[in-house]
């Protein structure tokens, strides 16, 4: 399939060490994938689902112990531990392959290695990076193959030039205590073994687009980032775009792809889905910044997605599919919790158990997800293959906080949001394992996905700035506030809309806002709030007070946060936190003092 011979002796290297009894290229043709999936249903690693109701899509369950990223084993080696910073696991480069080879030795010894050429962006586009994986699982092949462009094509667009992003995936025996993800930013080096789950072994996503990428764009001058990237169609006509930074399982999918609610829609308002999840941005030769999804389908969050909260998400899913550890219908369907209000009786939960939907226990795993090719998406934009990418006028970071951040608030310059970024803090989820609901840092959304120093990181978000002409403005949004009871306070999803238009309308400087210690607030006027009908518990509807609650900035509060960033900033080694950074941090400190 290729004459290039870095590509022929590396693949050859690893044949050599994993010991596989066959290897097999994959072309990307609809003939080999039937047959691979033909063959992974032969032994079970996938179940064809009623191909009535939902064609062409598949079923799998990974192992119980294997269900979500695994942060404490996912390591960037670069030649000093001070490259990876604190917030990054870390071994010696030497180290770290002897030790790796020393797993995969023989590791596939009776099984096929399929060698896979992927894109990251539009192939042939300027900005298109290429990856190979090889990896001995038909799954991770057919998962690939939804969310990145694969095959033959990739290969010719790479022709001879040695510039490849070399990945190698083993499932070995799925050990969690030999479980290893590991980035050699240096080496455009991904290894990954003793998983067959998401994010640990479709490499091409956070391992290539986020880790190594946010590596590669420190040294050629753009950047990879956690975010969705959406527009919206004004009804003039006209189109914006935003990118978002949210932690995982905390509403990228769900901004992207939402609905405005009615009473905007009938002016003529629509959202356009770009991407959902990673963003390569760069410095346009307009001076505008432009974001590319280098992305080709979504791996999103079932729980939760329904015919409300995200009906285009779900019609996404209505064909070519893959669904990871949801569960099975006795009629070949799938459902999940928050699908609806009827769970299947008399079948299995997502480990394969007996399960009954009347003992409180659940039936997809809260990290189950679905594999959907972006083309399904019924909002997906037009620009979605745009090799330019997309003009962005507004940067919103966002986290899980059930108190502290507001609904919304905007920065006061480039600096300052930069600032608002690295300070993101958010309850974690169970896209990671780990413990749920704990309050962490994480900045940019990117504390899991940054491929070295995050105190070097920041300093290229101040460089990238200084470089952009017309710079979006950065905002901070927080759709998960939560009342004394439990209750959300604010209603989510599509009505995020009426907070997106404001912000839009703060790009342009078309609406006010009131200046707090830590930046511009809405006055509650200024969110259009027409037709909103959200109960936040029975008996309460969401009034303009239950606005004002959300948007009020409450000292305390962020006196208690403003300890807990010093003790961030402080695990920098001496002036690797940008003097920029602390000097806003004390001008927070003393607003709030004031
Ligand atoms: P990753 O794919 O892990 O990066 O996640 P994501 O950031 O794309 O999150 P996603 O949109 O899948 O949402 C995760 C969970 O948050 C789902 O259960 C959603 O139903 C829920 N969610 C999303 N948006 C909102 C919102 O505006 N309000 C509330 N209350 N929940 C939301
Ligand atoms: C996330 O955890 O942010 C995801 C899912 O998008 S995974 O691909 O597993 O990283
Ligand atoms: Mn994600």
Known sequence: MTTNKAVLSWVDEMVALTKPDRVVWIDGSEDQLEALRAEACSTGEIVKLNQDLLPGCYYHRTAVNDVARVEGRTYICTPTKEEAGPTNNWMDPAEMYKLL?????????????????????????????????????????????????????????????????????????????????????????????????????????????????????????????????????????????????????????????????????????????????????????????????????????????????????????????????????????VWWEGLDKNPPHGVENWKGEPWNPDDGSKGAHPNSRFTAPAINCPCISPEFENPQGVPIS???????????????????????????????????????????????????????????????????????????????????????????????????????????????????GKADAVETPIGFVPKPEDIDLTDLDYEIKKGHKFTEDDLKSILTVEKDWWLEDIESIKDFYGKFSEGKVPAELWSELEKLENNLKK
């Open 101 to 333: 080879w020393g797993l995969y030795d023989g590791a596939m010894k009776g099984r096929t290695c399929y060698v896979l050429p992927y894109s990251m962006g539009p192939v042939g586009s300027p900005f298109a990076k290429y990856g190979i994986e090889i990896t001995d699982s038909i799954y991770v092949v057919l998962n690939m193959n939804i969310m990145t462009r694969v095959g033959q094509k990739v290969l010719d667009a790479l022709g001879d030039n040695p510039d490849f992003i070399k990945g190698i995936h083993a499932k070995a025996d799925l050990d969690e205590e030999n479980r290893y993800i590991v980035q050699f930013p240096q080496d455009n080096y991904i290894c990954s073994v003793n998983s067959g789950y998401g994010g640990n072994v479709l490499l091409g996503k956070k391992c290539f687009a986020l880790r190594i990428a946010s590596y590669l764009g420190r040294n050629e001058g753009w950047m990879a980032e956690h975010m969705l990237i959406l527009g919206i169609k004004y009804p003039d006509g006209t189109k914006k775009y935003v990118t978002g930074a949210f932690p995982s399982a905390c509403g990228k999918t769900n901004l992207a792809m939402l609905i405005p609610p009615k009473y905007f829609r009938d002016q003529g308002y629509e959202v356009e889905t770009v991407g959902d999840d990673i963003a390569w941005l760069r410095v346009g030769e307009d001076g505008q910044l432009y974001a590319i999804n280098p992305e080709y389908g979504f791996f999103g969050v079932a729980p939760g997605t329904n015919e409300k909260s995200n009906p285009n998400a779900l019609a996404s899913t209505r064909k070519n599919t893959i669904f990871t550890n949801v569960v099975m219908t006795k009629d070949g369907g």
């Open 394 to 508: 507004a940067i919103i970071f966002g986290g899980r906080r059930a108190k502290t951040a507001p609904l919304v608030y905007e920065s006061r310059d480039w600096t300052h949001g930069v600032f608002v970024g690295s300070i993101m803090a958010s309850e974690t989820t169970a896209a990671a394992s780990g413990a749920v609901g704990v309050v962490r840092r994480d900045p940019m959304a990117m504390l899991p996905f940054c491929g070295y120093n995050m105190g070097d990181y920041w300093q290229h978000w101040l460089d990238m700035g200084k470089k952009i002409k017309k710079q979006p403005h950065i905002f901070n949004v927080n759709w998960f506030r939560l009342d004394d009871e439990g209750n959300f306070m604010w209603p989510g999803f599509g009505d995020n809309f009426r907070v997106l238009l404001w912000i839009l309308a703060r790009c342009e």
